[in-house]
């Protein structure tokens, strides 16, 4: 395997996402573009300090490998002890698959990742995509996570302009035959504007889609500052309340200030025991609405409501949720049958 050197926008890229909360967009064009994953995501495990991020993986009908991690990696284990290949050739991708976290899901059945947090996104098969489809996968990734979107069948982005999209069937009749694709149209458009997205080929070559990513600079000192102010503010907020019993307790579990405030108005109404408040907490999707509420429902408990209800469109979606309920039943100490 002859050894590359990958154009160095793309770490710079994933770094300033990471320093800034911010979500990297990465489109690869070409056959060989799903064996490009795995390499990107090794670069973005190594600018995160922490665990491998998990990766959600959304298709529309055939996944194109096999997804069963232990059978793969009991093959991959077998061929390197009989010294029949080798980690740095062609088993880098089935490596890759074989041992990190990844949650595969139908677009058609997307609505069952509402409420969970994955660290990068693969997106294949664009033709059966839609802008609510779009929207609801990429939302499902952290700050400082991976969007990648893959485009096996295009050898140029112009190409996605007059790609025929699956949804475009249910707007043809026998007087208007020809759709128009105006999601793609903008789609394009809204790439082109974006500072914080890049155009790859099938060997991460950097290809022209605008001027604003000539030269991808590493985050400035002001902006790292802007970030910074932010966590100081969140650390000092969390300190003038560590004597307050439950609720000090559980700000130590939020990652963002604006989580942080949205707890406090929480035990602000959780305090007065009156059941008569309505409380509505409004966000774009991924910004940890899921998170606070899991936190504020376990403190509840904690100030002695014995009736929580929950609501949501399937059980899938309350993942999240509940992790935080558990995190703040830790915070607080309680144990199973003790509270």
Not at 18 to 39: C, F, M, T, W, Y
Not at 58 to 72: P, Q, T
Not at 207 to 226: F, G, H, R, Y
Request: charged share 25%; net charge positive.
């Amino acid at each position: 395997m002859i050894r590359r050197k990958i154009d160095s926008r793309i770490r710079v890229l994933i770094e300033n996402g990471i320093h800034l909360g911010h979500r990297s967009l990465l489109i690869v064009i070409g056959e060989k573009a799903r064996e490009q994953v795995a390499i990107l995501h090794h670069l973005l495990s190594k600018a995160t300090v922490r665990a491998r991020p998990s990766v959600l993986w959304c298709y529309k009908k055939e996944l194109g490998f096999s997804s069963h991690r232990k059978k793969r990696m009991k093959l991959i284990m077998k061929k390197l002890r009989a010294g029949k290949a080798s980690i740095n050739e062609e088993n880098q991708f089935e490596l890759f698959i074989s041992s990190t976290e990844i949650r595969y899901c139908y677009y058609s059945e997307t609505h069952k990742i509402l409420g969970n947090t994955y660290g990068m996104c693969v997106l294949q098969d664009f033709e059966a995509m839609t802008p609510n489809l779009l929207a609801r996968t990429i939302e499902t990734v952290e700050g400082g996570g991976l969007v990648v979107i893959l485009l096996h069948s295009l050898h140029s982005i112009r190409q996605l302009h007059a790609m025929t999209m699956d949804v475009h069937s249910r707007y043809r009749t026998e007087a208007h035959q020809d759709v128009v694709a105006r999601f793609n149209e903008r789609f394009l458009l809204s790439l082109a504007s974006c500072k914080t997205c890049l155009l790859l080929d099938d060997e991460l070559n950097v290809l022209p889609l605008s001027s604003a990513v000539s030269a991808i600079d590493p985050a400035s000192a002001e902006a790292k500052q802007k970030v910074a102010s932010n966590a100081t503010e969140l650390k000092q907020l969390i300190e003038s309340m560590s004597d307050a019993p439950t609720v000090g307790k559980l700000l130590k579990q939020c990652k963002t200030l604006d989580q942080a405030k949205v707890i406090l108005k929480l035990f602000d109404v959780i305090s007065e025991n009156n059941l008569k408040h309505t409380v509505s907490l409004t966000a774009a999707r991924g910004r940890g609405k899921s998170a606070a509420l899991g936190l504020a429902a376990a403190g509840a408990i904690g100030f002695g409501y014995s009736n929580i209800f929950v609501t949501s469109p399937g059980p899938e979606n309350l993942k999240t949720f509940f992790q935080f309920v558990c995190k703040g039943f830790d915070a607080l100490q309680f144990e199973v049958g003790n509270i």
